[in-house]
């Protein structure tokens, strides 16, 4: 055991790697497990919300009845009876203009709680939220004119996402798992370090 | 592919690091800047003389026999032990990790200089295996850029197609062996000072360059433009000699032939770097009483650093007045004055010698900037600069090592003289040299500035982190820096959100570009690629120009204007606009079509129409501009009749 001890010791930064992704492996499986939890106890259910349903800033529908976006912020908003874990919807529009902004309710949106859109086929646009958004917007396209769909066009929230799609890091989780290892590493050594000389 | 190719130039640069580390007395965390900064000497030397490729043949070849000469049998060598220390391998892993990051995230370039130059320079650099000077293209380029940076994109990106994240990976990779420079005396598994030391590299551009908004977000750490590696290597160039307890001044020499070759003002910067440094080594002999043959050989290698900066930059100086028409004697500008001529009228001025208000108002204007404005993030410059005094007072107060305690000092009393230079030396561009409208409002003035405090902080960085090795009292330095480093992260952290950074931002940042570029094809697709296209893009103020210069080379984008305007802009019949209108091209139609045509363009790609072409032009165009009514589309000239043909819409617009 000590001998295992030393090991670890002399390395401490291989050690908190291989740990960060042994911790990533179990929260991403968890999150896997507490979503299907959540479908199979009724907390969580695959939704299919149309356009016209939505609260929307800066969206209309032209003439032809297509919805486009037709100011400089356009907005879908969701606030469902339901945390929200995903948003797939169909579209022709780019997915490099989807960002999706996630809260707790009555939570402002924050460049901090962002997420952006993954094109997963032609014309379909995913969004992956955390777990716990309770509430989420959705800006499409970052300029006006861009058709989103058809006067028909429909998002579908909460559709079960493949198991690999959780083992993805969001945002700032990938900032975590590259930096907080060699942090912890530093903060170790030097702890070892006082505990060294405190002992002389 | 592309990653396993960049990952190829990283193995040859593995060669030369590990030969430097194994084969002579350089510390291994301070072999892949010196490594790399032979590597850009070498190509740019190679541009200059014409075998850019063949060079690059040879480079390969000798790194691969590096990689022999490194584990061979033979002579005296560095135990692999040497190797394993917290900096040399991190940099190999973090460099690795980045060309890993970047081939997925497909960072671009975003900024016009890095359109009117950097980016542009890079591109025609692959594309045609020669400097850019002499290149087909739409303008003159300016004597002041320097090759050093631009071959460093090359190196990456030798085999393999041209790819812009590749020219950025190689910028960041240069950074990356600046940070690798300050663990230098870090011991094999101290973490705790290694974590820090890359940190605060890491961490420097953060917090001079962002808050003035002098740089977006998203561009750093993914953009070419020469500032922030153009300081952090004059500072490496002193951190080479700090960190390394045989101050060998010849890893510093490389660093500031770089430097030179880096941009214009790298020469004053390296100046600077060449008096401290001398100045130490100097001191040093003195103090530890050395012999006479020593301190000769000393005075004899701070003059070698000092002929290196100027056999470096005059190379580029003497390349262009052989192979480019663009005159090297003059700075250019409102006064068209020669170097010297400005320094010797500046250094008048300050004395009262024929002051003028202009020189009093602008120089007034810059030292109400350094002690007032908030442009960086810790606050205004002068805090940075007294920042940096505290952390070689730091260093000097808090080692038990005598040199170090001199060293410091000199750091920190040249360094402040150089400082001053250098901050009067941008005056005098400010005065001499800019036009009225830039002059006046000081524009781009932290933009100028930030180099010299990076790298200057930086050099800063690396006394602390050599005060480590011998503190007093025992963990002071090393946990004082480590909460430092902490803190300077935290404001970081508070102030720049993760998803506006290149880590963490999303495909939006470049959508735009790819549209762009996606337009671009469309127009390549029908045009000859030995044809010349005249541009036009209605209200542009030349950024446009630039940027499809950029995406259609080696399609060939004309000026595209009257002279002196720049490329891109307004065209319209004379008397539309009032004549004082920026970029406005005053032209009838049959002048707009003989200027075409006199330019050897026979297509027209209009990006941008607007009532004032259309009224002032149709007669031109065959179908009288009804084409564009559906967005940009391309002309082609038709001899038959004299005018311009529609040949197809781009963009996905019709």
């Given amino acids: ?200 | 592919m592309e990653l396993f190719f960049s990952l190829v130039s990283l193995a040859a640069l593995a060669g030369f690091a590990l030969l430097l580390a194994r084969r002579t007395t350089l510390p291994a965390p301070l072999a892949p800047f010196a490594a790399l900064c032979a590597t850009m000497l070498w190509f740019a030397v190679a541009g200059m003389l014409g075998v850019l490729v063949p060079a690059g043949w040879v480079y390969f070849v000798l790194a691969a026999g590096a990689w022999v000469l490194s584990f061979a049998p033979v002579g005296h060598k560095a135990p692999l032990s040497a190797l394993n220390v917290p900096g040399f391998t991190a940099f190999w892993v973090l460099a690795a990790a980045l060309l890993v990051f970047f081939a997925w995230r497909q960072p671009m370039f975003s900024t016009w200089d890095e359109f009117s130059f950097w980016g542009t320079a890079a591109k025609i650099v692959k594309t045609s295996g020669n400097l850019y000077v002499n290149a087909e293209i739409g303008w003159d380029w300016v004597g002041s850029h320097r090759p050093a940076l631009i071959v460093l994109g090359y190196f990456f990106q030798f085999f393999g197609s041209y790819a812009e994240w590749r020219v950025l990976a190689g910028y960041d990779i240069l950074l990356l062996a600046l940070f690798t420079t300050l663990t230098a005396n870090a011991p094999k598994g101290a973490w705790r000072q290694a974590v820090p030391a890359l940190a605060f590299g890491f961490l420097l551009p953060f917090l001079i360059t962002l808050y003035g908004n002098v740089t977006r977000t998203t561009d750093l750490y993914a953009s070419s433009l020469s500032d922030i590696p153009l300081g952090l290597t004059f500072g490496g160039a002193m951190a080479v000699y700090y960190l390394n307890k045989r101050r060998a001044l010849w890893p510093s020499a490389l660093a500031l032939a770089t430097l030179c070759l880096e941009k214009d003002t790298g020469f004053a910067m390296a100046l600077v770097a060449a008096g401290i440094l001398s100045a130490d080594a100097l001191l040093c002999a003195l103090a530890e009483k050395a012999p006479a043959p020593v301190i000769g050989r000393t005075l004899a290698k701070a003059a070698g650093l000092f002929l290196t900066c100027g056999v470096s930059f005059l190379s580029w100086q003497r390349y262009l007045s052989v192979a480019s028409t663009a005159d090297t004697s003059n700075v250019g500008g409102t006064q068209q004055m020669g170097m010297a001529e400005m320094v010797i009228t500046g250094c008048k001025e300050l004395v009262g010698i024929g002051r003028t208000e202009k020189f009093s108002t602008i120089m007034g204007g810059m030292v109400k900037n350094l002690l007032s404005s908030t442009t960086t993030m810790v606050g205004p410059f002068i805090v940075v600069v007294a920042l940096t005094v505290a952390l070689a007072v730091g260093a000097t107060l808090f080692t038990r090592e005598k040199a170090l305690r001199r060293q410091a000092g000199v750091f920190a009393v040249l360094g402040l003289g150089g400082f001053a230079a250098y901050f009067f030396f941008i005056g005098l561009t400010y005065v001499y040299v800019f036009r009225d409208e830039v002059s006046d409002g000081l524009v781009g003035f932290e933009r100028y500035m930030y180099p010299y405090l990076l790298g200057w902080l930086l050099a800063a960085g690396a006394l602390v982190l050599r005060a480590m090795a011998e503190e007093r009292p025992a963990g002071l330095v090393q946990t004082g820096f480590a909460v430092f480093v902490l803190g300077l992260a935290g404001l970081v952290w508070l102030r720049v959100p993760f998803t506006l950074t290149v880590f963490g931002c999303g495909d939006a940042a470049y959508a735009q570009r790819r549209e762009t570029r996606s337009v671009a094809e469309e127009v390549q697709a029908v045009v000859p690629q030995d044809a010349h296209i005249f541009f036009v893009s209605q209200g542009d103020d030349g950024s446009q120009w630039f940027l499809y210069t950029y995406e259609m080379y080696p399609w060939y984008l004309d000026y595209s204007g009257t002279s002196g305007m720049g490329g891109g802009g307004t065209f319209a019949l004379p008397g539309a606009l009032p004549e004082d209108t920026l970029y406005y091209h005053p032209y009838t139609a049959q002048e707009l079509h003989d200027c075409i045509l006199k330019n050897g363009c026979t297509y027209i790609f209009i990006e941008k129409s607007d009532d004032l072409f259309a009224q002032g032009y149709a007669s031109l165009f065959s179908d009288g501009l009804a084409g564009c009514e559906g967005g940009a589309a391309v002309y082609g000239y038709n001899a038959g009749t004299d005018q311009f043909d529609f040949v197809c819409h781009v963009g996905g617009t019709a």
């Fill in chain 1, 1 to 200: 055991m000590k001998e295992k001890i030393s090991w670890l010791n002399r390395h401490k930064m291989l050690t908190l790697y291989l740990l960060a992704l042994a911790v990533w492996v179990l929260y991403a499986l968890g999150c896997a497990g507490w979503d299907a939890l959540g479908f199979a106890t009724g907390r969580l259910h695959t939704e299919t919300l149309a356009l016209a349903d939505l609260p929307l800033q800066d969206i209309v529908q032209d003439e032809d009845g297509n919805w486009v976006t037709a100011g400089g912020d356009p907005q879908l908003q969701l606030a469902l009876d339901q945390p929200v874990r995903s948003v797939t919807f169909g579209t022709d529009a780019p997915a490099s203009g989807f960002e999706g902004y996630y809260g707790k309710s009555g939570q402002d949106a924050s460049l901090r709680r962002r997420v952006w859109a993954a094109e997963t086929a032609a014309g379909q646009v995913l969004l992956v939220f955390p777990v716990g958004s309770g509430t989420v917007r959705i800006d499409p396209a970052g300029s006006e004119g861009v058709v989103l769909g058809a006067a028909d066009a429909a998002l579908t929230v909460n559709a079960p996402l493949p198991l690999w799609r959780y083992f993805q890091p969001l945002g700032e989780q990938g900032l975590a798992l590259a930096v907080l290892p060699a942090v912890l590493a530093a903060l170790w050594d030097l702890g070892a370090f006082w505990v060294t000389r405190l002992r002389r």
